[in-house]
């Protein structure tokens, strides 16, 4: 068997999370698998894993959208089938905040705010804290529970966030998180 491909599971597939995503790939290193974009997820697991295994290098960034869907969507689908495939190990997962409310959460260890602050609390699409601690609402985490992986981190909306995480800015918020899964997950020391 071959080396398990190690990937970073994103909750979002517009255009701006494409972008950000692009961008953070060419700051860290890694490869954004721009082919798993989509509103919704139009790729199966099946399909997606194959791409993974092809990416030119580690970290591999993977997009998962339902574009509002509720209860187990496409991107979902697509998502539960990639992170339990036996070739993939998952470092962590960025959670994406919609503005599902009370419909769809998931908890998060961790959260980023707008300005790049860590909080216990869960943030809202714009980024601002929420008043919940470990929990975030969105449109594609309703089966990250169901998921064991070593951490979940919590941001408003990827690329976004009145205008804090353009990707003309360098995705700040999404470079921040990318790299605290990355550490935390002890990617660098299995280089």
């Known amino acids: 068997m071959n080396e398990a491909r190690r990937i970073i599971l994103i909750t979002d597939g517009d255009d701006y999370a494409r972008k950000a995503l692009e961008i953070t790939a060419k700051q860290i290193g890694g490869t954004c698998l721009s082919l798993s974009h989509g509103n919704p997820t139009n790729l199966t697991g099946p399909q997606l894993v194959k791409l993974i295994k092809k ?38 997962v960025i959670a994406v905040a919609s503005r599902t409310r009370k419909e769809e959460w998931t908890r998060v260890d961790v959260s980023i705010d707008r300005d790049g602050v860590l909080t216990a ?15 975030l609402y969105g ?21 976004k966030m009145a205008g804090k995480d353009h990707f003309e800015k360098g995705s ?12 935390r997950s002890g990617y660098y020391d299995n280089k």
């Open 55 to 92: 990416a030119e290098k580690d970290p591999v960034f993977v997009m998962f959208d339902d574009s509002g869907i509720i209860g187990e969507g496409p991107g979902e689908k697509a998502m539960l089938y990639v992170a339990n495939h036996p070739e993939i190990e998952v470092l962590g």
């Open 121 to 135: 609390n869960g943030v809202d699409k714009y980024g601002i804290q929420e008043l919940e601690p470990g929990r």
């Open 139 to 159: 449109d594609t985490v309703y089966s990250l529970d169901q998921l064991k992986v070593p951490l979940i981190v919590g941001i408003g909306d990827i690329g």
């Open 172 to 183: 700040p918020i999404t470079k921040q998180a990318v790299e605290l899964i990355l550490e």
